[in-house]
Nanobody, 119 residues
Framework: QVQLVESGGGLVQPGGSLRLSCAASGSFGRIKAMGWYRQAPGKQRELVASITSGGIGNYADFVKGRFTISRDNAKNTVYLRMNSLTPEDTAVYYC?????????????WGQGTQVTVSS
């Protein structure tokens, strides 16, 4: 079993910041990458940022330098620092983990944490 426990979501005013955390536990084996996706009402789930086991980050264009993904390998935790938040960032944010099993890739999801940007 692989479990992803997310925290850090909440209500923030435009221009504010939040830090999301995702702690992985269980028998996740060889991790390929971890990342963050988000889904707003009426929209498809989309990639926000990801980081490989080698520490290579990948960001969606709409982040525009506002978000930073990082990891703490000792704690099996990935973080997402979000700055200069706007109402368009309002969504449920999901932690994602990809692991290798032979030649296949398995994907796991956290329960999601709500981020609301509003005045």
């Amino acid at each position: 079993q692989v479990q992803l426990v997310e925290s850090g979501g909440g209500l923030v005013q435009p221009g504010g910041s939040l830090r999301l955390s995702c702690a992985a536990s269980g028998s996740f084996g060889r991790i390929k990458a971890m990342g963050w996706y988000r889904q707003a009402p009426g929209k498809q789930r989309e990639l926000v940022a990801s980081i490989t086991s080698g520490g290579i980050g990948n960001y969606a264009d709409f982040v525009k330098g506002r978000f930073t993904i990082s990891r703490d390998n000792a704690k099996n935790t990935v973080y997402l620092r979000m700055n200069s938040l706007t109402p368009e960032d309002t969504a449920v944010y999901y932690c994602n983990l990809q692991r290798l099993l032979g030649l296949a890739t398995e994907t796991y999801w956290g329960q999601g944490t709500q981020v609301t940007v509003s005045s």
